[in-house]
C-alpha cells in the first residue's frame, strides 16, 4: 500500500533537547516537504526537497535541519534552538510538475 | 511575496444549508487546487482546477475557478455532519514545486 509514514505519532521534547522526526514515502516522489501546523492555524513551510542531497529552507526553517540522503526518506530535526517547537508537523510529498501533496498523518510534538 | 486570501476563517452552520469558502489572489494563477483535513487529521487533496472558468464537481460539492483565474471557490450544498474540517486552497509558487496555502476556512455543522 503506497503512501507517506510519519513517526512516532507523538513526541515530547525536553528542555535543550534536539529531536528528529521521521517521513518516508513508498510513492516514488521527488519533492518532499515538512510544514508545522499550530491550533486553528494553516500550514507553514519548514523545508522542501526537490531531489536527494538537496533541499531549500521554507519560511519559518530557523531552529530546524533536514536532510535527503535517500529519496524515499526526509527526517526534519527540531534543535533546541527552536523555542517554541509545539504544533503538529506534517510531511509531504509530490510526483512530477503540478501534482497534488500526499500528506503523512502527522507528528504531535510537545514540550515537557 | 503571493499571497492568497481565503475567507471566510470560520463558518458554522446547520446541517442541510450550504456553505461556501473563497481564495483570491492578485496574480494570476496557473491552477489552484483544494484540500480537506478533518478534526486531527491531515490534509486530503479534493481537486484541482487549471483552465478558466473551469467548474468541477463531487457529489455535493462544487468548486470554480474563475475566468480571470484569480479567484476560486468551493460550494457544498445540504451540508451534513461529515463535511466537518478546515477546507484549504492552495496555488503554486512560481516556478519551484512549492504550494502557497490559504489559511483555510473550518466549517462547523450543527446536526
Known amino acids: 500500500d503506497g503512501g507517506i509514514t510519519q513517526s512516532p505519532k507523538y513526541l515530547f521534547r525536553k528542555e535543550g533537547q534536539n529531536v528528529t522526526l521521521s517521513c518516508e514515502q513508498n510513492l516514488n516522489h521527488d519533492a518532499m516537504y515538512w510544514y508545522r501546523q499550530d491550533p486553528g492555524q494553516g500550514l507553514r513551510l519548514i523545508y522542501y526537497s526537490q531531489i536527494v542531497n538537496d533541499f531549500q529552507k521554507g519560511d519559518i526553517a530557523e531552529g530546524y535541519s533536514v536532510s535527503r540522503e535517500k529519496k524515499e526518506s526526509f527526517p526534519l530535526t527540531v534543535t533546541s534552538a527552536q523555542k517554541n517547537p509545539t504544533a503538529f508537523y506534517l510531511c509531504?510529498?509530490?510526483?512530477?510538475?503540478?501534482?497534488?501533496?500526499?500528506f503523512g498523518d502527522g507528528t504531535r510534538l510537545s514540550i515537557l | 511575496g503571493q499571497q492568497v486570501m481565503q475567507i471566510p476563517q470560520y463558518q458554522h452552520v446547520q446541517e442541510g444549508e450550504d456553505f461556501t469558502t473563497y481564495c483570491n489572489s492578485s496574480t494570476t494563477l496557473s491552477n489552484i487546487q483544494w484540500y480537506k483535513q478533518r478534526p486531527g487529521g491531515h490534509p486530503v487533496f479534493l481537486i484541482q482546477?487549471?483552465?478558466s472558468g473551469e467548474v468541477k464537481k463531487q457529489k455535493r460539492l462544487t468548486f470554480q475557478f474563475g475566468e480571470a483565474k484569480k479567484n476560486s471557490s468551493l460550494h457544498i450544498t445540504a451540508t451534513q455532519t461529515t463535511d466537518v474540517g478546515t477546507y484549504f486552497c492552495?496555488?503554486?509558487?512560481?516556478?519551484?514545486?512549492?504550494?502557497?496555502w490559504g489559511l483555510g476556512t473550518s466549517l462547523a455543522v450543527n446536526p
Open positions: 482546477l487549471v483552465k
Open positions: 492552495a496555488v503554486p509558487a512560481g516556478n519551484n514545486r512549492k504550494l502557497i
Open positions: 509531504a510529498s509530490t510526483g512530477q510538475g503540478s501534482q497534488p501533496q500526499h
